[in-house]
């Protein structure tokens, strides 16, 4: 079997290699009869002249070609044009970058990373060359897009009838596909590295409380609900308090306003890991998600968890027993279940240590892409 994975995104020197460091690990885990593994992560087209401006800098830096082990990843240039995503031509110029890889002959599956563009990729390289595709969904492909873009619909629903398999990341992400005609759905997470983070949680400080948000600073992540909390229960802006945000961030919604809030940008892996150990809280207020792997990551590390119920996020803190659950949106609930978080500290603690050790059981990567490749030798069976 020779797989082929088609992803957004794979971590390279341009984004400090963590832009899609998960699909890396989960590849690096598969079984070793998997073999060698192709990726193919377009690249947007910079033209030699805009080559030098910042924000296209790092695109007309990337490799088109590289080896990782036994991943051979392609980075082919397209054309990518404004909102393309809600215009339905990312996945057209996309799918004229990558038809003409010379390994198409030699691959039995695609694993297409994201239902749009890339699941649309992989239907129009089915009709083209016969190979059959998995449509992996990951949050924001079924949540958001379908919701902003009425072609994003229509094509996500040609996208499932086409697949020969549907995994979805968390069982809330997969009763949404369902609820769009998608027959059968495999629940299959993508795991973390269990053994690289074993380290032991922080202890907590008496004096400060340490909250981390990890992430893209977006609106879409709740991050508002985090400037209107702080501007409506100012204790939340007393020195008691110290909030980093680990991520791109955009906007900042105001937050930058305030003396105990600090912006760290995106950061590498390690470095990341290393902030969130010294930290107390991970607060996660997001609207939309399948399972975050930020949140994987910090219980894994002993932190304790206030987030939102959006998506899978319940099913990842076992409904309040690992971690604190409130309303997506509502400020007041959020209030309450954070002040909670912080007041009661062996109650925290304990959701804490429920949290990490259903991390540890639920999402090593080893065995997540061992049921991810016990899926695709079923698929190919059936086929």
């Known amino acids: 079997m020779k797989i082929a994975w088609i992803v957004n995104n794979f971590p390279s020197p341009s984004n400090s290699g963590v832009a899609g460091i998960f699909f890396e690990r989960m590849l690096n885990n598969l079984p070793e009869d998997a073999g060698i593994v192709y990726v193919v992560a377009p690249v947007p087209y910079v033209p030699a002249l805009f080559g030098k401006i ?54 039995s599956l695609i694993d297409a990373r994201y239902t749009y563009p890339n699941g649309a990729v992989a239907r129009l390289l089915k009709k083209w060359k016969g190979i059959p595709f998995v449509v992996s969904a990951i949050g924001t492909d079924v949540n958001v ?6 072609l994003n619909s229509f094509m996500l629903d040609q996208i499932l009838r086409s697949a020969d398999g549907i995994v979805a990341v968390s069982t809330a992400l997969a009763g949404k596909l ?40 977006t609106e879409t992540k709740g991050i508002p609900l985090i400037a209107e909390l702080i501007e409506r229960y100012p204790d939340f802006a007393s020195p008691r308090y110290e909030w980093h945000f680990v991520g791109h961030a955009v906007r900042k919604f105001g937050l930058d306003s305030y003396n105990n809030v600090i912006f760290h940008g995106r950061m590498e892996h390690g470095d990341a890991m290393a ?48 971690g604190y659950l409130f309303k997506s949106g509502d400020v007041e609930h959020f209030y309450c279940q954070l002040t909670a978080a912080c007041a009661n500290r062996d109650e925290a603690r304990q959701k ?32």
């Open 145 to 150: 897009d379908p919701e902003i873009s009425s």
């Open 352 to 383: 804490a240590g429920v949290l990490k050790s259903y991390v540890v059981s639920a999402f090593d990567a080893r065995q997540c892409a061992a049921s991810l490749y016990s899926y695709y030798q079923e698929i190919l069976s059936e086929t």
């Open 178 to 217: 369902r609820q769009r005609g998608a027959r059968d759905v495999r629940v299959i997470h993508d795991g973390i590295e269990i053994l690289k983070n074993t380290a032991p949680g922080p202890a907590g400080s008496t004096e400060v409380v340490r909250l981390v948000f990890l992430g893209e600073v």
């Open 275 to 322: 902030l969130l150990a010294t930290c107390d809280i991970m607060v996660y207020p997001s609207l939309y998600e399948g399972i975050p792997n930020a949140l994987k990551e910090a219980g894994l590390l002993g932190l304790v968890v206030v987030a939102s119920d959006a998506g899978g996020i319940p099913e990842l803190l076992l409904n309040g027993d690992g």
């Open 54 to 107: 910042s924000r296209y800098r790092k695109y007309a830096g990337i490799r088109p070609y590289e080896e990782r082990g036994r991943l051979r990843i392609y980075r082919p240039r397209y054309l990518a044009t404004p909102r393309e995503h809600y215009t339905g031509l990312a996945h057209i110029f996309k799918f004229f970058a990558i038809v003409r890889l010379p390994f198409w002959r030699d691959i």
